[in-house]
């Protein structure tokens, strides 16, 4: 009879994971490396002007540009598994990554019956699942994590017509779903708005506007958890997945199962999972053959005996 497994929640400190979005020139790049001790990952070299060079000097910052998907989940895996001094990620903007990993996804797709690889949308949902995999990185990654995009008219059908009802972000469509907070950055004079457009956080309202700066950001959040230390994450190694497969094959083990491990991991693929929970499903399987074994072994020893 199987039991209850529920148990008693507690409040657990989670890094912060925003996403900004605004107009070109508002002030998204000044706004999140403003965060602490930023490792700022720009897709559109932006960082290189003058006044990013200095802020980024002063919260002890750091650059990387690139524009290759790829490239981006492997820095994310580099900074969830070292030991370094930095507390913010932030990737400046994703629409460049984004625009890039579709084009991606459309050549690899590409054949005599599908030219530009883009038929029934399907080089989409491969771009949908990878960046699946790169949200679950960053839900395990031990930093704020600041995600900026490009902002686009957002319109609505209105009978036959296309009407214009607002501003919306130009990058993965589900993006807003997956960040506790999310902020429309606006520049109302000169002054730097803040609205908050989706909250699960309490103590910022969804609709209310607030003066953007990283102080009004960290005494809302929380400034010991913005400004902690990040520490690193053992990932599992290849030797230890491929064990677990070779067990998940021989034992024939329900893909629902697997699924199951997954989602409690909160990660896509194994390779994603950490070192500690590899290493626990592992013992799960070994146990579990050890039980085939005894099961096996003690049915041919019944049969042995009805035979006698």
């Not at 054949?111 to 790169?134: F, N, Q």
């Not at 990660?267 to 074994?293: A, R």
């Amino acid at each position: 009879m199987s039991k209850l497994r529920a148990i008693k929640p507690e409040k657990i400190e989670k890094r912060l994971k925003a996403f900004f979005y605004g107009r070109a020139g508002v002030g998204k790049t000044t706004a999140a490396i403003q965060f602490p001790a930023p490792y700022l990952i720009d897709t559109e070299k932006g960082s290189e002007n003058d006044q990013y060079i200095k802020l980024l000097e002063q919260s002890g910052g750091v650059i990387f540009q690139t524009s290759d998907f790829n490239e981006l989940i492997q820095e994310v895996r580099a900074l969830m598994s070292e030991k370094h001094s930095y507390k913010t990620l932030v990737i400046d903007p994703m629409t460049i990554l984004y625009n890039d990993l579709i084009d991606k996804c459309a050549i690899k797709r590409k054949s005599s019956s599908d030219p530009d690889g883009t038929a029934y949308g399907g080089h989409m949902k491969v771009a949908e699942a990878k960046m699946k995999e790169l949200i679950n990185l960053l839900y395990q990654l031990d930093m704020n994590v600041i995600i900026t995009s490009h902002q686009k008219n957002e319109y609505v059908m209105n009978g036959k017509e296309m009407t214009l009802v607002g501003q919306t972000f130009d990058c993965f469509k589900k993006m807003d779903y997956l960040f506790d907070l999310v902020i429309e950055i606006q520049k109302r004079g000169k002054e730097r708005i803040g609205l908050i457009k989706k909250s699960r956080i309490e103590s910022f309202q969804e609709d209310t506007t607030f003066k953007f700066s990283y102080d009004e950001i960290a005494n809302k959040y929380g400034r010991e958890i913005c400004e902690r230390s990040s520490n690193p994450i053992k990932l599992a190694s290849k030797e230890d997945i491929e064990t677990l497969k070779i067990l998940i094959d021989l034992y024939k083990e329900p893909q629902e199962n697997i699924q199951k491990w997954l989602d409690r991991a909160v990660v896509s693929t194994f390779e994603e999972m950490s070192d500690d929970i590899i290493k626990k499903l592992i013992n799960h399987m070994e146990k579990k053959s050890e039980m085939l074994k005894n099961k096996e072994s003690n049915t041919v020893i019944k049969l042995n005996e009805n035979v006698a």
